[in-house]
């Protein structure tokens, strides 16, 4: 089975309003993806808030019932937020990435 290369953008959109995530989501990927598919890689835009994080016999972070952490990716995570405990969270996030 081909191992996907996968570029994953997370960030944290509650600190905007909807209509300028909905702007920013749609430059982003017009920005990265086609560098992104030159070099073989997919590019995809994730919400923080779409993520669960967890721990066991390692850390995992779930999305949509897939553990994002099982495959080998290349993420992109903001790491700041007007919102002190979605800053906590999103460091969060970066540090199970980091663990593995």
Known sequence: MATEHVVTWICHP???L???V????AQMEERWAKPCAKHG??????SANELVPACG???RLWHNGVDLLETRQA??????SGDPQATHFLRGIYR???YE
């Open 18 to 20: 909807p209509e300028y």
């Open 75 to 80: 993420y992109i995570v903001d790491d700041v």
């Open 57 to 59: 016999d390692r850390p």
């Open 14 to 16: 509650d600190d905007f």
């Open 22 to 25: 909905d702007k920013i989501s």
């Open 41 to 46: 890689f997919s590019f995809r835009f994730i």
């Open 96 to 98: 199970a990435m980091d």
